[in-house]
T-cell receptor, first 112, second 113 residues
Framework: KQEVTQIPAALSVPEGENLVLNCSFTDSAIYNLQWFRQDPGKGLTSLLLIQSSQREQTSGRLNASLDKSSGRSTLYIAASQPGDSATYLCAAINNAGNMLTFGGGTRLMVKP | KAGVTQTPRYLIKTRGQQVTLSCSPISGHRSVSWYQQTPGQGLQFLFEYFSETQRNKGNFPGRFSGRQFSNSRSEMNVSTLELGDSALYLC????????????FGPGTRLLVL
């Protein structure tokens, strides 16, 4: 059974700092890994999806990497802004369907 | 293109009642998945429907059920509501049946009193 863990649970940084969010998973036989953002009381916004055959994906100031052998993924946010404040969730898919297994999330606060 | 829509957005029910939530996927998307989000358990998968067939099911009791219509719209039903069913219920859609980017709706917040 896949288990996904995100550490730390909360993070506070000053504006402009580069930061890394961590995600680990126990079953390396994943199809893909997806990073989401969730604002309070809202749904999830997809940020990046990394296929199992890929090592990383980039979108703007975001870069996500995937290391299946070590069971880890990281989300790198460059030059953080207060608008980046949200909860970031990673989720893995292990079968041919669309069943996501989520981590507990990292609540990020970027202070002006 | 319109995103995933969920109705209603907020709902208050009492224990023992039943509730039906609705999800309309992005136009052209054929897979709909449902998730429950609570502060204690986080996001947990309920079930997935693809082409009107349930393809995957999470570890929830039989009180939780769902279905998908020919236009890909999906409903989930919870019977005999319990206090612990209070949660944000999210649905997500994908274009095809394979594992690809999932797009989430805003959710339905259910409060059981």
């Amino acid at each position: 059974k896949q288990e996904v863990t995100q550490i730390p649970a909360a993070l506070s940084v000053p504006e402009g700092e580069n930061l890394v969010l961590n995600c680990s998973f126990t079953d390396s036989a994943i199809y893909n890994l997806q990073w989401f953002r969730q604002d309070p009381g809202k749904g999830l916004t997809s940020l990046l999806l990394i296929q199992s055959s890929q090592r990383e994906q980039t979108s703007g100031r975001l870069n996500a990497s995937l290391d299946k052998s070590s069971g880890r993924s990281t989300l790198y946010i460059a030059a953080s802004q207060p608008g980046d404040s949200a909860t970031y969730l990673c989720a893995a898919i292990n079968n041919a369907g669309n069943m996501l297994t989520f981590g507990g999330g990292t609540r990020l606060m970027v202070k002006p | 293109k319109a995103g995933v829509t969920q109705t209603p957005r907020y709902l208050i029910k009492t224990r023992g009642q039943q509730v039906t939530l609705s999800c309309s996927p992005i136009s052209g998307h054929r897979s709909v998945s449902w998730y429950q989000q609570t502060p204690g358990q986080g996001l947990q998968f309920l079930f997935e429907y693809f082409s009107e067939t349930q393809r995957n099911k999470g570890n929830f009791p039989g009180r939780f059920s769902g279905r998908q219509f020919s236009n890909s719209r999906s409903e989930m039903n919870v019977s005999t509501l319990e206090l612990g069913d209070s949660a944000l219920y999210l649905c997500a859609s994908t274009r095809a049946g394979g594992p690809e980017t999932q797009y989430f709706g805003p959710g339905t917040r259910l409060l059981v009193l």
